[in-house]
């Protein structure tokens, strides 16, 4: 499912474009949430596009999202899509914060959210998410299978620019290269914005992602309190990395 063009903001158009089309992690999370007892709560839902999805298989969803924007974006689209979502406005970063008056029995990062944050930043959340799970619930969360990166380095890429049209304003988002350094990875991305006059706006957008292996991630896991419960490949086809999604638990 995805927001209609009335619904878009600036924050929310980008997200459309460059990621409202991939749907190779959606079969995982709805097979995780069939077999949860109780709500799905999905860390930095965006516009939607996971949390929508799920809802709309007649899930109980607490979506958390730190933008006003997108938040506003994914509470319209929930209300005009008629799939009740509950809505909640953090920054993982801070996850003192987090009070979700509900404890849910499974926990998704799609899209390398855990990869936002720092080797610093993680424990907390961990820990945080480990409080507010319920017993015998899971944690699932993806990371970058970097074995499918093309090569260390710079990492050329020759891949069609992903495009949307919203109120005759044409977004496009074409992927330059994947830089690897020591502790992140650097995606580069050209972003171009025309207006239904024509006036074009182009520039470039890095998305910067913390790098962790599945077996460090689990090590924090644990850390935290978490038990280890597998790892699910996620192919996203070809010209893009795959994930991994490393499964945890909370013991009973």
């Known amino acids: 499912m995805s927001v209609t063009p009335g619904e878009i903001s600036e924050a929310a158009a980008w997200q459309q474009v460059e990621f409202g089309s991939y749907a190779a992690d959606l079969p995982l999370w709805v097979e995780l949430a069939g077999r949860a007892d109780g709500p799905v709560f999905e860390l930095g839902a965006g516009s939607g596009r996971v949390a929508l999805h799920l809802?709309?298989?007649?899930?109980?969803?607490?979506?958390?999202e730190r933008d006003p924007d997108l938040a506003a974006v994914l509470e319209r689209a929930s209300e005009r899509l008629a799939t009740p979502l509950?809505?909640?406005?953090?920054?993982?970063?801070?996850?003192?914060?987090l009070d979700l008056r509900a404890r849910p029995s499974l926990a998704i990062g799609p899209l390398h959210v855990i990869q936002m944050l720092d080797a610093e930043t993680r424990p907390a959340l961990l820990a945080r998410l480990r409080d507010l799970l319920a017993a015998g619930g899971s944690l699932a969360l993806t990371v970058v299978d970097e074995d499918t990166i093309l090569s260390a380095g710079a990492s050329a890429t020759q891949i069609l620019?992903?495009?949307?049209?919203?109120?005759?304003?044409?977004?496009?988002?074409e992927p330059l290269w994947v830089q690897v350094g020591d502790d992140a990875l650097t995606v580069r991305r050209v972003r171009e914005r025309v207006s239904p006059d024509g006036a074009m706006e182009?520039?470039?957008?890095?998305?910067?992602l913390q790098r962790?292996?599945?077996?460090?991630?689990?090590?924090?896991?644990?850390?935290?309190?978490f038990v280890p419960a597998g790892r699910r490949q996620i192919s996203s086809g070809p010209n893009e990395a795959d994930s991994i999604a490393v499964l945890l638990e909370v013991p009973w």
């Not at 909640?88 to 801070?94: C, G, I, Y």
């Open 202 to 208: 182009r520039f470039i957008q890095d998305e910067v």
């Open 86 to 97: 509950r809505i909640v406005q953090a920054d993982l970063a801070s996850p003192a914060e």
């Open 55 to 64: 809802a709309g298989h007649g899930h109980e969803v607490i979506a958390l």
């Open 212 to 225: 962790i292996s599945p077996e460090r991630l689990e090590i924090e896991a644990a850390d935290a309190g």
């Open 161 to 173: 620019p992903d495009m949307r049209e919203f109120e005759g304003w044409v977004y496009s988002s």
